[in-house]
C-alpha cells in the first residue's frame, strides 16, 4: 500500500476557515499544510520532504521553508525519528 488513493478516487480534507484567512501563511504553505492531513492515516504524516516536493511541485528547499514557517506559527509538530528515516509530521 502506498498510500495513493485508488484510481478516480480523491481525498478531501477539512481546514478551519481561520487557517485560511491566516496572514502569516502563503499560499503554498496552505497547500503543504492541505497535504499534510492528506497522507496523515491517524498516526501522522510519513511523506518525506522529497514526496511533498514532488507532490506540490515545489524543490525541497521550499518545503523545508514552508515547514519551518508552519513550525513557527505552532501549526504543524515534526517529530525527528533517526537517521535515515523520514521525520513525522502531524497538524496542529
Not at 57 to 84: A, C, D, E, F, P
Request: positive net charge; proline residues 1%; aromatic residues 4%.
Amino acid at each position: 500500500m502506498t498510500g495513493e488513493p485508488a484510481s478516480g478516487m480523491r481525498h478531501s480534507v477539512r481546514i478551519d476557515s481561520k487557517l485560511l484567512n491566516h496572514s502569516g501563511i502563503s499560499g503554498g504553505e496552505l497547500r503543504l499544510y492541505a497535504l499534510i492531513l492528506k497522507w496523515d492515516r491517524g498516526n501522522g504524516c510519513f511523506a518525506g520532504e522529497d514526496r511533498l516536493a514532488r507532490d506540490l511541485g515545489k524543490s525541497v528547499r521550499t518545503v523545508q521553508r514552508y515547514l519551518r514557517n508552519l513550525k513557527s506559527l505552532g501549526l504543524v509538530k515534526i517529530q525527528q525519528r533517526g537517521r535515515g528515516s523520514t521525520a513525522v509530521l502531524r497538524c496542529l
